[in-house]
């Protein structure tokens, strides 16, 4: 007996070390370090917002992605939600500009958004919640998701979008904006929403930017902006 207790606490222990034991519950995991970009990817990812960039000055409005129809059924076949234009337009963002000159993020009654109240999923950190961007440049988010329920699909159903993936933001700060959305799987799905912000003067200097990996994790990066005329 006291042979199998000692093999039940060596198991439990190689349970919870970070690296062992994929299943491990959440109290037993320690935070990871954050991986960050290589050079060479970040390198990719600027020109590919400077390919964005050019883009959009010569074509006058923003790339569009699509749902796959695979994803669509597979909402259909889930019951995931569907916003209508009423409850689209209560997750909408505005800018609103402070007396220090600072524009932050606000919701449609006018307070400073905070994802704080965030529901952590499939995601490495709290505070992180869904946004995505229509064609005109609307932004929308919701602190709210959940798995065959509400997803980034739920904001315009199949039709197209500028932009998607996750963003933290603390007191109408943006802090961090990332690619993670398994309903649009484009590499470059959020890096339009950095065209827009940068469009209405939002601060992004020194934000972190992360590129999901499939699984469990992002690489990160911070973002500094680079000079352009989007007027």
Same mark, same amino acid.
């Given at each position: ?14 349970? %919870?070390?970070?690296?062992? +034991?994929?299943?491990?519950? &959440? ?11 290589? &050079? ?7 020109? %590919? $917002? ?6 959009? $000055? ?6 569009? @992605?699509?749902?796959?129809? /695979?994803?669509?059924? !597979? ?10 234009? !009423? ?22 009654? +006018? ?25 005109? %440049? ?13 997803? /980034? ?24 904006? +990332?690619?993670?959305?398994? /309903? @649009? ?8 929403? $950095?065209?827009?912000? !940068? ?6 200097? +020194? ?6 990996? %499939? ?10 902006? $680079? ?5």
């Amino acid at each position: 007996m006291r042979h199998l207790r000692v093999v039940l606490l060596g198991a439990l222990v190689v349970w %919870g070390v970070p690296g062992f +034991g994929a299943g491990a519950p &959440e109290f037993f995991r320690a935070p990871c370090a954050p991986r960050v970009y290589s &050079e060479a990817t970040l390198t990719r990812t600027l020109r %590919g $917002l400077n390919a964005l960039r050019a883009e959009y $000055l010569s074509r006058g409005g923003y790339k569009a @992605f699509h749902m796959s129809t /695979h994803e669509r059924d !597979e909402d259909q076949r889930q019951g995931v939600t569907y916003l209508t234009e !009423e409850q689209r337009r209560q997750h909408r963002v505005f800018f609103c500009l402070q007396t220090n000159g600072a524009v932050r993020l606000c919701d449609i009654e +006018g307070k400073l958004i905070d994802t704080r109240v965030a529901q952590a999923f499939r995601t490495d950190r709290a505070y992180r919640a869904l946004f995505v961007m229509d064609m005109a %440049g609307h932004f929308y988010i919701s602190s709210y998701q959940r798995d065959r329920e509400f997803h /980034h699909s739920s904001f315009f159903g199949d039709a197209p979008i500028a932009a998607a993936g996750e963003i933290e933001v603390i007191d109408g700060v943006v802090v961090f904006m +990332g690619d993670r959305t398994g /309903h @649009f799987p484009y590499s470059d799905i959020f890096l339009q929403a $950095l065209i827009e912000l !940068e469009r209405r003067e939002v601060d992004l200097n +020194g934000i972190e930017i992360g590129r999901w990996d %499939g699984s469990s994790t992002y690489t990160y990066t911070k973002y500094v902006p $680079l000079d352009r005329e989007l007027n």
